[in-house]
């Protein structure tokens, strides 16, 4: 089955610093890929998305790009601020047939301290 | 008005009663999900339901149930509630349309199990 696996959290940073959140992943046929980010108290929002291979998505200082031949959707922001502060979700879904739904990956926690 | 609703926002109830959370959404999405969000898991698929008239089992229906009222309308109920049950729920809603495949969360429903 579909599967995602995530850099494991948590991950702590100065404001201002380089962020990279690793995610690779296994999926049958060829997937849209997908961040979610949940930030204290709330559900989760689409952060970016990519539809196929060397795709970047971007939002908010975001960016990720769909990397086909590593099967990689790394997340990277190149000065992370305190309200960056949430937890990230990686998420493939499928793309054959009507059937879909998202995989989700276990979150990686982000601290961004001033 | 949020689009997707949960309610309650929090709930503590006692081991082996009945309990329901409900979800409604604006959206005018076909598909509804319910997820259970616990620390270091990331999100387990409870329930989905692609209309009205489909529902299917996620990875953890054991110990669940659900209703699709309406199209608007999708609940969870545990049937005899358990401490294990102690978790963070989300209720999502997707587009059929597959050039937007990005699911729409709610605020979720904090449940303890006493």
């Known amino acids: 089955g579909d599967s995602v696996t995530q850099m494991e959290g948590p991950v702590t940073l100065s404001e201002e610093a380089f962020l990279t959140i690793n995610c690779t992943y296994t999926?049958?046929?060829?997937?849209?890929l997908f961040w979610y980010v949940q930030y204290p108290g709330e559900g989760l929002q689409l952060l970016l998305k990519a539809t196929k291979a060397d795709d970047k998505g971007s939002n908010k200082g975001f960016e990720a790009t769909y990397r086909k031949e590593t099967t990689s959707f790394h997340l990277e922001k190149g000065s992370v601020q305190v309200s960056d502060s949430a937890v990230y979700f990686c998420?493939?879904?499928?793309?054959?047939?009507?059937?879909?739904?998202?995989?989700f990956g276990k979150g990686t926690l982000l601290t961004v301290n001033p | 008005d949020a689009d997707v609703t949960q309610t309650p926002r929090n709930r503590i109830t006692k081991t082996g009663k009945r309990i329901m959370l409900e979800c409604s959404q604006t959206?005018?999405?076909?598909?509804m999900y319910w997820y259970r969000q616990d620390p270091g898991l990331g999100l387990q698929l409870i329930y989905y339901?692609?209309?009205?008239?489909?529902?299917n089992k996620g990875e953890i229906s054991d110990g669940y149930s659900v209703s699709r009222q309406a199209q608007a309308k999708f609940s969870l109920s545990l049937e005899s509630a358990i401490p294990n049950q102690t978790a963070l729920y989300f209720c999502?809603?997707?587009?059929?349309?597959?050039?937007?495949?990005?699911?729409?969360f709610g605020s979720g429903t904090r449940l303890t199990v006493v």
């Open positions: 959206k005018g999405h076909d598909r």
């Open positions: 999502a809603t997707s587009d059929l349309d597959r050039s937007n495949y990005g699911y729409t």
């Open positions: 339901s692609f209309d009205v008239k489909d529902i």
């Open positions: 999926a049958t046929g060829y997937p849209s």
């Open positions: 998420a493939p879904i499928r793309s054959g047939g009507s059937n879909y739904k998202l995989t």
